[in-house]
């Protein structure tokens, strides 16, 4: 990767955010917009292994959730992230299973190594509809499976998504749409 000048402007500051210890606004300042996808990808490999484990955690699913660059090591992050922190939900709820819901291109068998599942069956297919017409014109089916609350990696709700993040950890999946 060949290092702009902007890369170099913004590892200086986010050099200075970690130097004071103000990881929240380090997060915030790797993930902004303004930020050219190379530029996240190299700020994220940088700081991520320097960031204690509540931080890993947070960076590692804002960064999935923000996407829009490519960082060698953000999925293995996704995937291992419950190493470093968990949802916020409370302990009687760790062996509820709830329902969860996805659209995707892929066949069934694939769906349960996809991050993304959803609370919303409405959103997904809102969803659906939207990426088949506008994004790819991909056809995607309506998934539905349950998944422990335990085995949750994270949640995230971005304009009503009520979105679950887990790897390989739903199970009973159904294809519920073509």
């Known amino acids: 990767m060949i290092i702009t000048e ?15 210890q103000n990881y929240d606004m380090l997060i915030m300042y790797i993930l902004a917009a303004r930020q050219t996808p190379d530029t996240k990808a190299y700020l994220y490999e940088k700081y991520f ?3 204690d484990d509540t931080h890993k955690y947070q960076l590692a699913l804002a960064a999935y959730h923000v996407g829009n660059f490519a960082s060698p090591s953000l999925f ?8 470093w922190g ?14 969860v819901y996805r659209a995707g ?3 069934i068998d694939e769906a349960k190594y996809h991050f993304s599942w959803s609370l919303s069956l409405e959103f997904v297919e809102h969803f659906r509809e939207w990426k088949s017409s506008s994004i790819d ?9 349950k998944i422990r ?30």
């Open 137 to 145: 014109g991909k056809s995607r089916h309506i998934f539905q499976a």
């Open 6 to 20: 902007r890369t170099k402007s913004a590892d200086y500051v986010c050099k200075n955010l970690y130097d004071i």
């Open 149 to 178: 609350c335990k085995d949750i990696i994270g949640i995230m709700s971005y304009l009503g998504s009520k979105e679950i993040v887990q790897y390989n950890s739903v199970y009973d999946v159904q294809m519920i749409s073509e």
């Open 76 to 83: 293995e992050n996704v995937k291992h992230a419950r190493l």
């Open 86 to 99: 968990s949802p916020e939900l409370p302990p009687e709820w760790n062996e509820l299973e709830i329902i």
């Open 49 to 51: 292994p320097l960031l």
């Open 105 to 107: 291109p892929e066949p």
